[in-house]
């Protein structure tokens, strides 16, 4: 069963999803899947590319935006903006635990102005602190 944790109307998050999560994920309203996970940074993790495949055969749309341990940049958080933008309805990223999802999207909504306290209480009611991520937030909407 995905563990769907929703961020707003537009965006939810997830820890690691497979191919047969797909069916689940568009009945749940789903119109596009962001990757946020390298492949290969488990051992057993699902190819990126397999679940690219089960999206497209689902009339999902699909981008890939990994985010290593090297941290976030400037276009992956233009990507991540980009993605939702394009989306014509809700989009499921995710990840190994859904963290760097949350924090991608806290960033890239941030640069386009959001409120950083709003966005800390989105990702705290789906279950994530992004508390350590506040300054940057904060530095990015003032931007």
Known sequence: MVD???LNDSI???????PADIAAIKAA??????NNRP???????????????AAKAAGLGYTDI????????HPQ???????????????LAYCRSGTRS???????AAKAGRN???LVAQAAAAGYDIGGIRAMLAALSAA
């Not at 939810?12 to 497979?18: C, F, K, L, R, Y």
């Open 39 to 53: 492949d290969d940074e488990e051992t057993g993790q699902p190819a990126g590319a397999d679940i690219r495949e």
């Open 102 to 108: 949350c924090n991608l999207w806290a960033l890239a």
């Open 12 to 18: 939810a998050v997830a820890p690691q999803i497979t």
């Open 4 to 6: 769907i944790r929703p």
């Open 77 to 91: 958080l233009d990507a991540m903006a980009a993605a939702l933008v394009a989306a014509d309805g809700p989009v």
């Open 116 to 118: 950083p306290d709003l």
């Open 29 to 34: 309203g789903y119109v596009g899947i962001v």
């Open 66 to 73: 990994p985010v290593t341990q090297a941290g976030f940049s």
